[in-house]
Every structure is written in C-alpha cells, then in structure tokens.
C-alpha cells in the first residue's frame, strides 16, 4: 500500500509536466498575440486577425501533413517543391477545361503520389531522410517546373469555385483557414482516435518495440511520408486560391517554415512526441511574429533569418526546460 | 556456368556505382562532342574543387554521426560579409581573415549547441541553413557585392596542369583530412562517436569537446570553401552554392561511408566527389532549361543512392551464403 | 551539519566508499553504501539483477555521480567527477558489455584517450609495442594489435577489455562478470592473472553472480540487495546458502514459486522449431516446445540460445528450418509470429520493449487495440477498464496515465508482461527476464509465469542465471556452441552438474 502512495506521489509531478508543454506553448502564443496588440494598434485589429488566419492556412496545412513525418523521426524538406507541382497539375487541368471538382482532388493525389515514392525510397535506401528529400525536393521543383513551361511558366487561375474559395467565408473565417480548421480536426481525430495514430506515436518512440509489438513498421512510417505529400498538395490548391496564379517561385522555402512551426509546437525531431493542436499553434506563433515584422516596416527578406532564428531559440528553450525539470 | 554468372553479377553488385560512374562518361561521352576534351576535364576539375572541400566536412561529419547541412548557407553568409570587409576599405586579406572567423565561429557555436546543450544536430545545422543565407540576402538587399582584388586573379589563372591553385587546394584539403582522420586523436574520436559516444566516456575521453573538436574541424574546412568560393566568383553573391551541400554530402554516402557512422574512409569521398563532378559537368553540357536541368539531376542522384543501396544489399546476401 | 570528516585518515583499506546513494529518476538504486577493499585482496559483489552493483561500479568508475557519500583512496579523500579522473586515480574497470570500439583496431582501442603521439600524429609504432606487451600479460601475445576488434571472437575480446584495464596500471581494478564470454580454460587464465594481480597488491573487486567462481577465488564478499549493504563477510565458512540467503532476503523455495505441473502430460507441442540453422549461430537444432511448462533455454554468452530465442520469437530469420505452431509453419516476422500465438520479451527493454514516452496505458495495449475497437475508432472505456485489471492482475505499481519512464524496471518488465497477457496469445518467450529489476518484482514474475503454465500456455525462458533457472524451470536445455548440449527435467539436475553441462563438460 505504501508503494502505492510513494508512487503516486512519485507520478503526479511529472503527470503535470507532460500536459505543461502543451499549456506553455499556448501560453507563448497568447502572451504573444497580446504583447504585439498593445505594441501595435494595427496588429490586434479585426481586418488583421482576419489576414493572420489567412496567412495560417497554407503554413498550417503543410505543418499538419509534417507533424506524422516528425512524429515518426523523419523529415521531408520536398513539400514546397510537391506545392508547385500540385498547382501545376490542378492549374494544367483547368487550362485544359476540366472543372474544380477534378483539378483538386488531382493536385492532392500528385502530392499523395511524391509522398510515397519518399517513403518507398527512404525505407529502401536506409539513408537520412534528410538526403532523400534534398533529391526529391530537387528533381520534384524541376518536374513542376517543366510542366509549367508548357503554359510559359504562368498560369493565371480564373474558376468560380477557386475565387469563392478566395473571397468566401464561413461564419466569418475566410474559407481557406476553415478548411485549414477542418484538417486539423480530421488529423487530431485520427491521431488520438485511431490505431494507425498509436502506431504513428509507437513507432517514433520506440521503432524496434514497435516491430516487436506486431506494428507493420515500414508500412507506418511510407503512410505518413504519404499524409504529408497530398497535404502538401492541399497547400499547392490553397496557394493557387490566396495568389490565383500558379507561377514559378510558389513554395520556395515553405518546407522550412513547416518544419518551423512543428518545433515551435513542440515536437520532437527525433520522433515520438508531438501534436497536431501544438503545430497549430505552432502555426499561429510564427504568423504573428512574421506579420508583426512586416507591420513595423521589416523588409520581407529578413523573413528567413527570423524563421531559422525561432527554430533555434525553440529547441533551445525546450532545452532548457527539460534540463530544469530533470533535477 | 552459374558459378560464372554469380560471379560477375556479385562483381557488378560489388561495383555497381563504379561500373554507373564509367557509363555516364560514355553516355555523355557520346551526348556530347564536348565533354571528352581536355579543356572540359580540366573544368570539370576546377568546378568541383569547391564542393570537394565541403565533401572531407562532410565525412567527418557523416562518420560521427553530426548531419550538417548548413555549409552552403554559412558560405554564402561568410563571403558577403568578406566583400562587405573589402568595401569598407580594408584590404583582401582582411575580407578573407573576415570570411574565415565568420565560418569558424559558426560552426564553434554550432558545436557549442550540440555537445554541452545537447541539440540535435539536424535541427542547429537546419536552422542555420535558412538563418545563414537569409541574413546573407538581407545583408545585400538581394543583390550581388563585388570581391575586386589581385587575389581573385591569380586563384583564377591556370597553375599546374591547366588547372587552377583551387584544385591544388582541395588536394591538399583531403590529404589533411585524410591524416586527421587515420592518423591523429581526433580522427579515433571521430569512428568512436558515430559508434558509440558512451564508450568513449569509459575509455575517460570527454564526449562533448570530441564533438566540438570535430565541428572545429568542419568549420576550418568550410572556411577554406568560403575563400575558394569568393576566388571563383570574384563576389559574394547570396545565392552562391545553393545545393552544394547536398553534392557534398552525396558524394560521401556514394562513396560508400554509411550514414549510421562509425565507419568510412576519406579515400571513398573522392570517388563520390568524382560522381558527382561527372554528373553536374555531363548535365549542364547538354545544353537544358534550369527546369530539366533539376529534374534530371534530383532524379540522378536518387538513381545513384539507389543503385548504391542495392548493390550492397546483393553484395552482403552474396558473401553471407558463401 | 556537524562535524566534517577529517580529509586523510588512517586505514587499512586502500579503497574506501561510505555512504554512496544514487537515485535516477526518483528511484533509487544504491542507498547508503559503505564498500572497503583492501590490498591484494579479491573482494567479491554479489547480488541479484537489479541490486545495484553496476551502479555502484559506475559511481567508482565516473561515470555516474552519486548524490551522498564519499570515496577515500589510501585514506585521502577524492574526487571523481569524469572517468579520465578515475583512470587518472588508478581505478580501472572491465565493464559487464565490452566497451570496445568494432571498427577500431585492438592498440587503437587499448589507447583510446591517451594515444601516444610523434608531433600531431599517432606513433603507430609504439602504440603497437605498447599494446603487444599489455597483450603479451593476459596470454594474447598472439594477437596482432593492428587486427580491427570487430574480427575477434567474444572471449578474446574480453582480454582485451581486461588488457586495457591493466595498461593503466591500476591499484584498484574492478571485474564486472569477467568470466561471462568464457569457457573453462579461458576462466582459469583469467583467474592466474588476478593471482598474480594480487601478489603485486592490486585491489580487485569482482562482481559474479558464479558462486563456485567466488567461493574459490575470493577473500571477502559484500552483498548488496535493493540498492543497501546487507552484509560483508570473509570468505572463511562462507556457503553459498548463506550467500543465497542474504540476496534474497529469504529462502530459495518461497522465492522460485514452487511449481506443480500438470500430471498428464500434453502430447502436442504448443510449438516446434524444427531443423533451425544460423550462420555461425546455430547447427541445426530441433527442439518441441510443450505447453503448460517453463521451459528454460541456458548456456554461455553466444552459445546460441537468445538466437533460438529469437527465432522462435519471430524476430530473426534463419537460414534453415523452419517455426510451426499445430503443424503448420509461422512466417519468420513479428507480425505473422503475434497472428500465431507466440510473442517475444527481450533482454534490452530500453531498447526494443519500452514506449517510454507513451503512458503506461498505451505501452499495455498496443498489441491488442484491434479487440477494443467500437465503429472503427479506440473505445476509451474499454481500454481503460482491461488496463485496469491488468494492472491489478500484476500488481503493477503506477497511474496508467503516466508516461512509462517514471516506473521503476520492475514495473516497467511487468507493464511489458501485462501487454502480451491482454493479447492472450499460447507461448510465450522471455529473454532474461529478470535483468536489473529489484527483488520483489522478481518474485512477482516468477509467481505469474508460474501462474500462466498452469494455465496451459507455454513459457520460455532465456537466463543464465543458474539458481533461477534451476529454481523455475520444468524443463531445462543447455546450450553450447550451437547445438543443444544437455536436457535436464525438473529436481534431476544438481547446481554442480548444470554449471558443468554449460561449461560444455559432462
């Protein structure tokens, strides 16, 4: 009996703990979005906030479709790339006349598609995954480009459905962060709800115990390369509805920033931990801070050292977090 | 006869990337009237130097298990802050004094992350990755800042064999890599890391200064790959070298030094160095639009590690039944 | 506070500890533990897995540092904040796992840390004198120091283990299961050279858990047992009842969980490995696996029982032979193995057994979330009420919320036998299965696999703890160099007669 006490009285600290990473970045970012209010009058405005979930939406979509691939210990720095090629895929088939209803699903199969070629060669070549998605991210942008010469590199997107997408809204969110909101409903369902979601988390925390425990490892971890690949192909769709072109430099760089926003969430890089509501609120911490910047008259090209900047300065913090609770 | 077939195809397996490295010289060979003469080998030569340098980083990098993909970027970052020396009127030696503690500092902080607060390597080298070039384009508003000196000249006149001083210096580069690596401390600590970081506390060598003394080390190589780049283009332009990281890296797992550490030889790099340099050479020659040019050399770099992957899978399934 | 110890005092022990105690995470593994050891004395560590030897070999060594406590070297007091200080103080240690670099090469690996140097470079030359002579003290002056390590058979890189200790030239040297890889005749090379360690006056502490091996060769033994010192005694009279006695804290009958098999004995097999070969493993072995029974597979360290182990487990593939359940043959992956009834519990629960990031809920179940599906989604309630009763069934101690790193190894084993209990699967095989868990949890399992072979499933056991196996097992095979050496059934085999069959003698 006293072991049990003693247990508990052992358990209950670190229980407290391990829901606190999730409450402290929430913390961070509401501090934050009241930090920048007071300090900027524009910034807490309702047109503002309405422009931040804009901005949420394709960064949020890509970090949705990261957080499987971190969770597993894996990584793909291709999806900017699949977002151009998404867009030309969708934008070529509504050059050719077909309607929404094909363009759409079509960008999110190709992105599908890149997902599990990644997956497939990340599990045969027993290399980094860090390398595979270097080459893909490569040949993937060429790809997208080639296809897109065929228009002279420039489609401009008119179709009803896409400029309702662009303008419309739902119960006053813009119609691209409600949809950014329903994937991320659908992807915490599946992740808290499902045996595919425990297998995700078992297999980054522990790959050989997964195997053991009757998990189909390989088949896990090509699913979530998969997951992120048509997500990225969501996000060549919501790029296509926020700009209306598919042009050359869409994506650039976005894998980066959704990498960024799975760290700033909290997630582990080397597997096993992270969330789908701390990517998005990983999402909405690095909007802010990016639109704060811009607010105060921050050129645009300080954007990337800001990014990689705040990657640091999480998993430093995180680090320094971890350290103190250990004594 | 079987006997004879299982042999040269256990002899392919074995040499798979050798035997892919001697069939791109005869396609592009064939491709192209060009690609065979002198005056391209020696260009092909001069324009791999840069990524040779990066490529001995990398091996150690690789081999202690410390993934670093940031070289390209600090490079870029390094150079504009040179060129923004040399235009403050201070001399060229002080723009390349100012190139090299920019890497070398770096790298020291990165190495500082990594062993004492215990980072993941990925996520420092990631970060810098984007913060590096971004400052670099901030720095420069964009555009390109001129490295005028007689340095740049003379690194560009053509020294031994028709072949840039760039050349001679990359050699130079692996041959030190080569000794620091079978010859001195560092290069023990270095196997012993990517095998196992715990045993080499046993044996009472400190863990983390192994690790700092080894991004010391990457950081002098890259430095060197800053100056060379400032030589080659005579300018910090901040987006020099994109994607060199990757060669770089590429080239040493095509070498056949594996990605799980603890294992690998400088003498290997070289080889992936010279596939890489045949690759880039043999596609830009052909004459494509950037577009074509980046799908066919995505596509066959993943054709290679493949290639490399499964031949070695055939390879070690042979030997084991023998 | 009171009154600090004087910094030198006088004594007779030329290592002393007093009142170490360490914790990790909360749970604490050495409390309050006095050690002294003389000069050219053998001073022996007993005690069961889990009891804190290496812990405390690891607080000598550097490698950990203890919260309380101090250690005394020839009366001075002394620091040992890293393991370069404790090399540098004269205390060396052959650890339990080879703490050899594969891809090194044997000099390379001696010298590691203080390799000698001509300028900036390595002075191969000497390096390899130096090592040939070291190599030369424990009778492998055969061996070429320029060999990579990796291409040594386990028992002689166990020499080079101990030749690497010695090239420090120590005045405490610590043996951690030094006799583990080794056959009789390497033993006794083993013990000349501590002979002859002891008449230069050396201080040599020696964790076995081989009794015979400490009753002949010690001068005095400490016991430890759940992390305190029960006793330390002289070698004078010492039996290994006594031994037992203090380890245990009890009687060896009421600790093994005495076992009654079933009277009529179950002619089918639960399981078959028939023809098994492993490239340098194993030889082609046959074995029935009998349901209703603990069956304990032994033998030295690579002789190939956690090989067959695994085999059986679904882990390994071998090159021949093939694993059948009711006749039919179970493909050799985890998956198809779990389809069929069989499940494997491995030595390294760190590594290949424990989420320790997911709570305990999720470690225990996920096996068996195919059965606690309602429309297609993870049924909470139910979930948590058979974690419940498995926790209770196991008499786990912990919330089931929380994440599994905050248990104690005993909990955590028993949170990993309470995963393939809810999936309900017929054979069971556990590799070492009570490695580094304290003393009551140990009872614990023995008690539960007990229960489970009455229940008619079939119980493998992997160990090469000699008592246990004696103590538990229905039925024991013993292994040696690949092939099944001997067969013991329960009661018919003495301790001798077992240590001898493993030895590989008759």
Redesign the interface.
């Known amino acids: 009996m006293t072991g049990n006490a003693n247990a508990m009285a052992r358990i209950l600290p670190r229980l407290r703990h391990h829901g606190a990473r999730s409450l402290g970045t929430l913390a961070v970012a509401v501090l934050m979005f009241a930090g920048f209010s007071l300090t900027a009058e524009r910034f807490g405005s309702l047109p503002n906030i309405l422009n931040l979930a804009k901005q949420m939406s394709i960064v949020g979509v890509l970090g949705i479709g990261m957080t499987p691939v971190v969770l597993i210990g894996g990584?793909d720095l291709s999806v900017g790339s699949v977002v151009l090629l998404g867009g030309t895929v969708a934008g070529a088939l509504l050059m050719d006349g077909a309607a929404a209803w094909l363009a759409i699903p079509a960008a999110i199969l190709t992105g599908a598609l890149v997902g599990a070629g990644n997956g497939w060669?990340i599990e045969?070549?027993?290399?980094?995954p860090?390398?595979?998605t270097?080459?893909?991210?490569?040949?993937?942008?060429?790809?997208?480009?080639?296809g897109?010469?065929r228009f002279r590199s420039w489609i401009d997107v008119s179709n009803p459905t896409f400029d309702a997408l662009g303008v419309g809204s739902i119960a006053g969110i813009p119609a691209s962060a409600a949809i950014l909101l329903v994937i991320a409903l659908l992807g915490i369902a599946v992740l808290r709800l499902t045996i595919f979601g425990r297998q995700l988390y078992a297999v980054g925390d522990n790959e050989a115990a997964a195997r053991l425990s009757g998990v189909a490892v390989t088949r896990v971890r090509i699913a979530a390369y998969v997951i992120c690949g048509a997500m990225a192909g969501v996000g060549g769709i919501l790029s296509m509805v926020r700009t209306a072109v598919v042009s050359p430099s869409i994506g650039v760089g976005l894998e980066?920033s959704a990498?960024t926003v799975v760290?700033l969430g909290g997630a582990r890089?080397?597997g096993g931990v992270g969330r789908i509501e701390e990517t998005l609120v990983g999402t909405a911490i690095l909007v802010m801070v990016l639109n704060f910047l811009t607010i105060n008259g921050i050129?645009g090209?300080?954007?990337?050292?800001?990014?990689?900047?705040l990657?640091?300065l999480a998993?430093?913090l995180k680090?320094g977090l971890a350290y103190r609770s250990a004594r | 006869m079987n006997d004879a077939i299982g042999r040269v195809f256990g002899f392919a397996a074995r040499h798979a990337l050798g035997l892919s490295l001697v069939l791109l010289i005869l396609v592009f060979g064939t491709l192209e009237g060009s690609f065979l003469t002198p005056a391209n080998i020696t260009s092909l030569i001069d324009q791999s130097a840069i990524f040779a340098v990066l490529a001995v980083g990398a091996t150690f990098g690789i081999i202690s298990r410390n993934?670093d993909?940031a070289p390209a970027s600090v490079i870029a970052l390094a150079d504009v802050v040179a060129a923004l020396t040399l235009k403050g009127g201070f001399g060229f030696l002080a723009g390349l004094a100012a190139a090299a503690i920019t890497t070398v500092a770096i790298y020291a902080g990165h190495g500082a992350?990594i062993a004492w607060?215990?980072?993941?390597p990925?996520?420092?080298t990631?970060?810098?990755?984007?913060?590096?070039?971004?400052?670099a384009?901030?720095f420069t508003?964009?555009s390109t800042i001129p490295f005028h000196s007689d340095f740049v000249t003379v690194m560009n006149a053509p020294m031994l064999l028709n072949l840039t001083p760039a050349v001679v210096v990359a050699v130079a580069v692996f041959g030190i890599g080569h000794?620091v690596l079978r010859?001195?401390?560092l290069g023990?600590h270095t196997?012993?890391l990517g095998?196992?970081a715990r045993?080499?506390?046993?044996?009472?060598?400190?863990p983390a200064r192994a690790k700092l003394a080894i991004f010391l080390f990457m950081g002098v190589t890259t430095a060197v790959g800053a100056i060379l780049m400032l030589a080659r283009i005579g300018a910090a332009a901040p987006t020099a070298g994109f994607?060199l990281e990757?060669d770089a890296?590429?080239a040493v797992?095509i070498g056949g030094t594996s990605?799980k550490g603890?294992?690998g030889r400088i003498a290997n790099s070289l080889f992936g160095v010279a596939f890489i340099a045949v690759l880039n050479n043999g596609l830009s020659g052909l004459q494509m639009?950037?577009?074509?040019?980046?799908?066919?050399?995505?596509?066959a770099?993943?054709a290679a590690?493949?290639l490399d992957?499964?031949g070695r899978r055939l390879a070690d399934r042979k030997t084991?039944i023998e | 506070m009171g009154p600090q110890p004087p910094a030198t005092v006088m004594t007779d022990s030329l290592l002393e500890m007093r009142g170490i105690s360490k914790s990790f995470v909360g749970n604490p593994a050495l409390i309050d533990v006095d050690l002294a050891v003389r000069r050219g004395e053998v001073h022996s560590i007993v005690g069961q897995n889990g009891a804190g030897k290496s812990t405390l070999m690891n607080v000598l060594?550097g490698?950990l540092r203890p919260e309380a406590g101090e250690i005394r070297i020839d009366g001075r007091r002394i620091a040992i904040a890293?393991?370069?200080d404790?090399?540098?103080l004269g205390i060396a240690?052959v650890?339990q796992e080879l703490?050899?670099?594969?891809?090194?090469s044997v000099a390379?690996n001696i010298f590691?840390?203080?390799?000698p140097?001509r300028g900036?470079?390595?002075d191969?030359r000497k390096m390899e004198a130096d090592a040939r002579a070291v190599l030369e003290q424990v009778g492998c002056g055969d061996v070429d120091p320029r060999l990579p390590v990796g291409a040594l058979p386990l028992a002689r890189r166990q020499f080079v283990e101990i030749a690497k200790a010695l090239s420090h030239e120590p005045s405490v040297l610590v043996l951690d299961e030094p006799t583990a890889p080794l056959g009789r005749e390497e033993a006794d090379r083993l013990f000349r050279i501590v002979a002859a360690l002891k008449a230069r006056g050396v201080a040599i502490i020696f964790i076995s858990h081989r009794f015979a091996e400490i009753l002949q060769h010690g001068d005095r033994v400490t016991i430890l047992r759940n992390g305190r010192v029960v006793e330390t005694l002289d070698m004078n009279g010492v039996t290994e009842a006594m031994l037992t006695e203090r380890m245990i804290g009890g009687s060896a009958e009421s600790f093994y969980a005495a076992h009654h098999p079933p009277e009529i004995a179950d002619a089918t097999p639960a399981a078959e490995l028939r023809n098994i070969g492993l490239?340098g493993r194993l030889r082609d072995v046959s074995l029935a696996v009998p349901a209703g029974r603990i069956v304990a597979f032994t033998g030295l360290l690579g002789a190939g029982q956690n090989e067959l182990a695994r085999i059986l487990g679904g882990d390994v593939v071998p090159d021949q032979g093939e694993v059948t359940r009711a006749g039919k043959a179970v493909d050799h992956d985890p998956r198809a193995a779990i389809r069929a009834g069989l499940c494997l519990l491995t030595e390294d629960r760190k590594a290949e057994g424990l989420f320790l990031d997911l709570s305990v809920r999720e470690n225990i179940t996920l096996p068996s979330l195919g059965a606690l599906l309602r429309h297609g989604i993870i049924d909470g309630a139910a979930e948590r009420r058979a974690v419940a009763r498995s926790i209770d069934q196991l008499s786990i101690v912990a919330t089931p919320t929380a994440p599994m790193r905050t248990l104690s190894g005993g909990n955590q084993q028993k949170a990993i036998l309470a995963r393939w209990l809810l999936r309900d699967l017929a054979v069971l095989v556990l590799i070492e299965p009570t490695r580094g868990i304290d003393v009551g949890a140990k009872a614990d399992i023995y008690r539960d696999l007990e229960a489970l072979a009455r229940l008619g499933k079939a119980i493998v056991v992997i160990s090469s703890d000699v008592p246990e196996v004696l103590g538990i097992a229905d039925e024991i095979v013993v292994f040696v160099a690949g092939v099944i050496h001997a067969r013991f059934v329960r009661g018919q085999v003495t301790e001798e007669e077992l240590n001898l069959a493993i030895q590989g003698k008759e």
Do not use: C
């Not at chain 2, 639009?289 to 596509?299: R, S």
């Open positions: 990584i060669l045969r070549l027993r290399v980094s860090v390398i595979v270097l080459a893909t991210m490569i040949a993937v942008r060429g790809l997208g480009l080639v897109l010469e980066f990498i760290v890089l080397s050129p090209t300080w954007q990337t050292t800001v990014t990689g900047a990657i640091l998993v430093l680090r | 993934i993909i992350l607060f215990e980072l993941d990925l996520i420092v990631l970060a810098a990755w984007i913060w590096a070039r971004g400052l384009v901030s508003n964009a000794m010859h001195t401390p023990l196997y012993a095998q196992d045993l080499l506390r046993q044996a009472g060598v400190n994607g990757l890296i590429v797992i990605f603890g294992s639009g950037d577009p074509e040019f980046l799908l066919l050399k995505g596509l770099i993943l590690l493949l992957a499964t084991a | 060594a490698v890293n393991t370069a404790a090399l540098r240690t650890y703490s050899l670099l594969a891809n090194l390379e590691l840390g203080r390799t140097l900036m470079l390595i191969r490239a």
